[in-house]
Nanobody, 130 residues
Framework: QVQLVESGGELVQAGGSLRLSCVAS????????MGWFRQAPGKERVFVGV????????YYADSVKGRFTISRDNAKNTVLLQMNSLKPEDAAVYYC???????????????????????WGQGTQVTVSS
């Protein structure tokens, strides 16, 4: 089992950058793939991106591709979400999520639905002013 705590959310101007952190407890962090999701008021929680257990593979939603980057440091039990060129539509509560399996058995599909991830943090608010 793993417990997750996000931080780093704040108010930022459009076009600016922000880096979110997610720190995990437990000794098995390196065995989990880590995802980021976001949820705007009145909307569903949607996929942002995911990184494999060793950081060797990443996958992003089209809406953030080229602007957001996920990285991880297994020695520090930390996963980061670097967000650049922020837009007002990026404003949301951002959640990190963990699961041991985040791809189909043949590797053809990354899991991008919230229900496919078992462990969640409490979220951190990102506000983007226009």
């Amino acid at each position: 089992q793993v417990q997750l705590v996000e931080s780093g959310g704040e108010l930022v101007q459009a076009g600016g950058s922000l880096r979110l952190s997610c720190v995990a407890s437990g000794r098995t962090f390196s065995s989990y793939a880590m995802g980021w999701f976001r949820q705007a008021p009145g909307k569903e929680r949607v996929f942002v991106g995911v990184i494999s257990w060793n950081g060797g593979s990443t996958y992003y939603a089209d809406s953030v591709k080229g602007r957001f980057t996920i990285s991880r440091d297994n020695a520090k039990n930390t996963v980061l979400l670097q967000m650049n060129s922020l837009k007002p539509e990026d404003a949301a509560v951002y959640y990190c999520a963990a699961d041991r399996r985040v791809r189909d058995s043949d590797g053809s599909r990354w899991f991008t639905s919230a229900y496919e991830y078992n462990y969640w943090g409490q979220g951190t608010q990102v506000t983007v002013s226009s």
